[in-house]
DNA sequence: TCCATTGTCCGCAGACAATATACATTGAAC
DNA sequence: GTTCAATGTATATTGTCTGCGGACAATGGA
């Protein structure tokens, strides 16, 4: 088991740019508690190298997560985890999340997939959010 | 009402083009039968004053739907609904739907929503997906 | 003190999006 | 049938963004 990271999909042909496909990668990870804080995230040029990017590519990444207050940058040390208490949401987060949901729903029937294929799969996400994710810690606004 | 776009949201600070936003809506609308066979659409010109967007940005979404097959673009008649059945899906089109899905709460996550908040939304989707739509007519591969 | 490691800065080339402008086509009025 | 305004189309321009190359700066450890 040589593979330090465990699941950073990144698809070169997507319309996505490949640095913030790795932020979202990395924030799906940290919010899911696979990188605890404290940890070290691999530096920037071996990441750049086992995802076969450039070094920039990866920097822009850790930057923008370093904005937003995930992980800490440091020189000649790399980038450290921050135990950051998940964000309180914006007042209309909610709404512009469903819409992209339904969003997302009505591209896959344009793409031809099954209601019912659908509906199944939303079910399934449901139920499997309640296990994963138990409590969470909220900032104070 | 002089609405004649009932739903048509495009977000300019988005990373994703505009075109394409415009095609995704109209899509949208076409595949939930809001906008029938034989139906005009606005014109070019006129979509393009509607959204405060230039000419040729809403003929690129034009385009971009005529090459898919919704609609019929012609010379001084303005684009008409093609009567044109769903396509049916590629192979891995339920599973490339089903990683976007679970980016999507991901991201939510990272955004502080509540888990139990995205099972609810999920769970209603879910269930109106299969009012909406009934049944659908499948093109041969 | 010295040096290898690691993040950072600056500039560049290519791609792409949105626009400006001019053009080609064509349905309809007469 | 001629004419013309309405409408889609083609080309060029401009600005922005991405990813990259290379040089630089800081810094922990030998």
Known sequence: MTDSHPTL????ASPVPVYRQI???LRILLVEGNLAPGHRLPTIRDLAMDL????NTVAEAYRL???EGWIELRRRRGATVLDRPLPSPGPDAGDRWIRR?????AE???QGLEPGFLAAAL??????IENVIPDTRREQP
Chains 1, 2 share one sequence.
């Not at 999909?9 to 070169?12: E, K, P, Q, R, S």
């Not at 076969?52 to 070094?55: A, L, N, T």
């Not at 949901?101 to 729903?105: K, R, S, V």
């Open 65 to 67: 997560l370093a904005d």
């Open 9 to 12: 999909h990144i698809d070169l």
């Open 101 to 105: 949901l339904n969003e997302l729903i």
């Open 23 to 25: 932020a979202r990668g």
């Open 123 to 128: 079910r399934r996400a449901a139920g499997s």
């Open 108 to 110: 896959a029937l344009t």
């Open 52 to 55: 076969g990017v450039h070094r």
